[in-house]
T-cell receptor, first 112, second 117 residues
């Protein structure tokens, strides 16, 4: 069993739709949770960062962490064609610094 | 602010050949990481440096992979000899410090895409 599971998609939605991306994990020690966006032929860039459980909102993006269920989500409201990318969840435990455990990524396509 | 620079962007080699990748992190970033991203998978950490010392190389296949970070700035990752399964994108990332019990924002370069034939 992988430490982090993520549905690879691909996911195709019309412009303006609400997108929901999810990851599950098995390591209860994880306490830092991130979402990265990766455009084709580019490196990942940090989109959202959450410490422990709870919600965090940044513009059209909302990240949720439910540690009791070992489940994290990213919601994108009013999706745009420019949101078309691969979305990677990542997480780490205490004192792990930059040793991130990534999900395999979900490929999202937003159609005009 | 300049980002993480990597070269070359693409490399094609035959199995059993050797290859080297170069990374220049963001100025002032003490910590440097090499990640391997196989097609359809998320990145996997190979090695982490803080300044010029190795912090974590537990997932580096040391029989064929080596990395160094001389003078605590640039870094090179070498594969010798390469295998077919080494085909992947090799991502370099850097962060300001290595936090104690905290996480840090990683900045990734665009990567080197390696194809081993």
């Amino acid at each position: 069993q992988k430490e982090v599971e993520q549905d690879p998609g691909p996911l195709s939605v019309p412009e303006g739709a609400i997108v929901s991306l999810n990851c599950t994990y098995s390591n209860s020690a994880f306490q830092y949770f991130m979402w990265y966006r990766q455009y084709s032929r580019k490196g990942p860039e940090l989109l959202m960062y959450t410490y422990s459980s709870g919600n965090k909102e940044d513009g059209r993006f909302t990240a949720q962490v439910d540690k009791s269920s070992k489940y994290i989500s990213l919601f994108i409201r009013d999706s745009q064609p420019s949101d078309s990318a691969t979305y990677l969840c990542a997480m780490s435990g205490p004192n792990q610094g930059g040793k991130l455990i990534f999900g395999q990524g979900t490929e999202l396509s937003v159609k005009p | 602010e300049a980002g993480v620079a990597q070269s070359p962007r693409y490399k094609i080699i035959e199995k059993r050949q050797s290859v080297a990748f170069w990374c220049n992190p963001i100025s002032g970033h003490a910590t440097l990481y090499w990640y391997q991203q196989i097609l359809g998978q998320g990145p996997k950490l190979l090695i982490q440096f803080q300044n010029n010392g190795v912090v974590d190389d537990s997932q580096l296949p040391k029989d064929r992979f080596s990395a160094e970070r001389l003078k605590g700035v640039d870094s090179t990752l070498k594969i010798q000899p390469a295998k077919l399964e080494d085909s992947a994108v090799y991502l370099c990332a850097s962060s300001l410090i290595r936090g104690q019990g905290t996480n840090e924002k990683l900045f990734f370069g665009s990567g080197t895409q390696l194809s081993v034939l």
